[in-house]
């Protein structure tokens, strides 16, 4: 079973019902309110790629490895992380400006810095890892941006269908990334479960210091307790559904290999922001 024609049509959706939750005005913020709109887009387009370059090279990952914890910092946060600022009495108006700004931003920061990290493995570590660096670009815009798109159309111009079909695939989305994250495990389960540790010492250490960053720049920007707690989610929250399918497409990488971090990185990325999301509960 190819897991790659469950992966893009779950991606394709997951970007609709994106769009279905965004409006114009969500991209308009950063002129009301540019420092946490420049705070959370530094945190997610320039410190996370950063961290994972450090961590890859203190863990001495493997080449495939590395890409791939490259590929999930690089990849932003869907619609999920609205869900988490929600519950946690974050901003969400931010969340989801924040959302709309790297979804699209980043459809052109990941191929140039996926590039940089494969001519990068190529040059240090003896490997040959090809980009096609236009057929990146084609999938993220056929992919990403135009369900996107037409989400944000769809909600502008039918918004009762837009709300109907919105509550449908909100509740669709995570069992959707779950059954995702499953098949790859029965798929590859003797490769995850050997680098488990590892791994996901390496991804749990990328997460927490994202969020620790989101503090800093919270601080560093001045930002209010509610601007505080969605950069922590925004910059700790990354789009594993994105970073699956970027590594699997027999357009792009066409190697299950690189998007095994992606696929640890779903679940301990859950397990830990659902901790905080707990506690800044019970501190409220």
Not at 8 to 15: A, G, K, S
Not at 122 to 147: E, K, R, T, Y
Not at 162 to 169: Q, T, V
Not at 185 to 202: D, E, R, V
Request: glycine residues 6%; positive net charge.
């Amino acid at each position: 079973m190819n897991a790659i024609w469950i992966v893009l049509p779950i991606l394709t959706l997951l970007m609709f019902e994106l769009g279905l939750t965004l409006q114009t005005e969500d991209f308009k913020l950063f002129r009301k309110r540019p420092r946490p709109i420049i705070a959370g887009l530094a945190g997610q387009i320039i410190l996370l790629p950063m961290l994972a370059f450090a961590l890859g090279h203190v863990f001495q990952l493997e080449p495939l490895f590395f890409i791939g914890i490259i590929l999930i910092a690089c990849s932003p946060g869907g619609s999920s992380s609205n869900i988490f600022s929600m519950i946690a009495k974050g901003d969400v108006a931010l969340s989801v400006s924040l959302t709309a700004c790297s979804s699209i931003i980043t459809l052109f920061t990941i191929p140039v810095i996926m590039e940089f990290a494969t001519h990068f493995v190529d040059s240090n570590l003896d490997i040959d890892i090809h980009l096609p660096v236009g057929s990146l670009i084609m999938q993220n815009l056929v992919l990403m941006f135009l369900p996107i798109v037409a989400g944000i159309f769809t909600k502008r111009y039918r918004p009762q269908m837009a709300e109907r079909i919105h509550k449908i695939l909100s509740k669709t989305a995570f069992p959707a990334l779950i059954l995702l994250a499953t098949i790859f495990f029965i798929q590859h389960h003797a490769t995850i479960t050997g680098q488990f540790g590892k791994l996901g010492l390496c991804i749990s250490i990328l997460i927490l210091l994202a969020m620790g960053g989101g503090v800093v720049l919270s601080k560093s920007m001045r930002l209010n307790r509610k601007e505080q707690r969605t950069l922590i989610i925004e910059i700790g929250m990354q789009n594993a559904a994105q970073a699956i399918a970027v590594a699997s497409s027999p357009f792009v990488f066409n190697n299950d290999i690189i998007a095994i971090p992606a696929i640890i990185y779903a679940l301990v990325m859950n397990v830990i922001l659902l901790i905080y999301v707990g506690v800044v509960k019970r501190q409220r």
